[in-house]
């Protein structure tokens, strides 16, 4: 692995530099999920987690990146915080009233553990905070991407893959690929653990697509 990242170490900054602009292409890929909320006029049947998680999950590599002092990942992460709480605004106006309370407590669930992880890395050894602190965001990321694979029994059942996020788990794909490339130049074991596991999860998410392709439930009732 050193080798091979010894090797494409000129390519470095080209690298890091594609890996934040296909994140921050991601984080648009949102506005699908935001589209078909709007069209149905309320967000009742879509989880906010993705785009409450979002934004912890940014905060929290945005302060990964200031420990290892990578400006490729910073700057990723500033704009996808930003975008992530555009997205969170946007579900919660078409959150019908009675789920208000829910959107709220999971918004403050995922801001107290988000405060609790970033708080920890302030009082944490700066010689072993670094590994310390990619491991537990190694983690959480990981649970988020899974998240949508909670509700496989529901896909079998129906047999349909409608409600998950097709753009937003094909776009994740390739930026997992490319920080994974990116990890490996810079020969960081957590960078490459995160984006190989991520890139992993995705493609069993991508998998439920070809198996349970998503049916529009209007037809199906026609």
Request: with cysteine.
């Amino acid at each position: 692995m050193e080798a091979l990242s010894q090797a494409l170490q000129p390519y470095k900054e080209l690298v890091g530099n594609v890996a934040a602009i296909v994140t921050v292409l991601q984080m648009f890929s949102g506005a699908f999920v935001c589209n078909d909320i709007r069209r149905k006029g309320s967000s009742d049947g879509f989880s906010p987690m993705p785009f409450i998680g979002g934004c912890g999950l940014t905060l929290l590599f945005l302060q990964h990146a200031l420990l290892m002092n990578d400006p490729a990942m910073i700057r990723a992460n500033v704009v996808g915080f930003a975008i992530s709480v555009v997205y969170s605004v946007f579900f919660y106006l078409y959150t019908p009233r009675q789920s208000k309370g829910d959107f709220w407590k999971q918004l403050g669930i995922a801001g107290a553990i988000t405060a609790a992880i970033v708080g920890y890395a302030k009082i944490e050894n700066p010689e072993v905070v670094e590994d310390r602190f990619g491991l537990i965001i190694t983690v959480l990321m990981l649970m988020l991407i899974a998240q949508p694979l909670f509700g496989l029994p529901e896909i079998i059942r129906k047999k349909s893959t409608e409600g998950l996020p097709f753009a937003m788990i094909l776009s994740g794909t390739v930026v997992g690929c490319m920080w994974l490339l990116y990890g490996i130049i810079l020969n960081n074991t957590f960078v490459i653990l995160q984006n190989l596991a991520a890139v992993s999860l995705s493609g069993v998410q991508l998998a439920l697509f070809v198996i349970y392709p998503s049916k529009d439930s209007k037809k199906k009732k026609q």
